[in-house]
T-cell receptor
Framework: GAGVSQSPRYKVAKRGQDVALRCDPI?????LFWYQQALGQGPEFLTY????????KSGLPSDRFFAERPEGSVSTLKIQRTQQEDSAVYLC????????????FGPGTRLTVL | AQSVSQHNHHVILSEAASLELGCNYS??????LFWYVQYPGQHLQLLLK??????LVKGIKGFEAEFIKSKFSFNLRKPSVQWSDTAEYFC??????????????FGQGTTLQVKP
């Protein structure tokens, strides 16, 4: 496909479970971003990759959040021991390498922690 | 803290009315500015962006925005809205400084409802 894809689209987890969210960026896009969007709010930055290198993880809210992009393409955001406050939509965006380039967003994964 | 503020949280208009959504940011350096739109059930899409040059930027679907540096503002406008413009609108800023990765700082969004 031509756009950013994410899976699953919806995830329900019991508190304490681990979850893994996947992002397939646009082919050739070097930059990949993860954002968290709480209900009624704008997206908030979590982490950034340039190819396989995680260059900025300043937005990760706790050490329960972990992201990787081992081959510089697909990325996975993992949340360990999920808490209710982790409930949100997790958005992935990709772009060309210039830091001002347009970011193209995926449809997001809506995570609900019970 | 540096932030992006969207003053209108929920706007209701009738078709053909004019639209202006406010956006202010608090960062004093050089920025790139964006408006994204999210139609019901769809993902975030770029509406328009400002990098440099003419401060009046035209985007898709008849939208435009004006960058006023002295006011730290980037307001979105459309002279005549349509029912299909019903969506959530987000203003975003990319602060340009050495070492910045290009991450976007978003406002909290404005929900626009256009009545037919």
């Amino acid at each position: 496909g031509a756009g950013v894809s994410q899976s699953p689209r919806y995830k329900v987890a019991k508190r304490g479970q681990d979850v893994a969210l996947r992002c397939d960026p646009i082919s050739g896009h070097v930059s990949l971003f993860w954002y968290q969007q709480a209900l009624g709010q704008g997206p908030e930055f979590l982490t950034y990759f340039q190819n396989e290198a995680q260059l900025d993880k300043s937005g990760l809210p706790s050490d329960r959040f972990f992201a990787e992009r081992p081959e510089g393409s697909v990325s996975t955001l993992k949340i360990q021991r999920t808490q209710q406050e982790d409930s949100a939509v997790y958005l992935c965006a990709s772009s060309l390498p210039s830091r001002g380039d347009t970011q193209y967003f995926g449809p997001g994964t809506r995570l609900t922690v019970l | 803290a540096q932030s992006v503020s969207q003053h209108n949280h929920h706007v209701i208009l009738s078709e053909a009315a004019s639209l202006e959504l406010g956006c202010n940011y608090s960062y004093g350096g050089t920025v790139n500015l964006f408006w994204y739109v999210q139609y019901p059930g769809q993902h975030l899409q770029l509406l328009l962006k400002y990098f440099s040059g003419d401060p009046l930027v035209k985007g898709i679907k008849g939208f435009e925005a004006e960058f006023i540096k002295s006011k730290f503002s980037f307001n979105l406008r459309k002279p005549s809205v349509q029912w299909s413009d019903t969506a959530e609108y987000f203003c975003a800023v990319n602060k340009l400084f050495s070492g910045n990765t290009g991450k976007l700082i978003f406002g909290q969004g404005t929900t626009l409802q256009v009545k037919p």
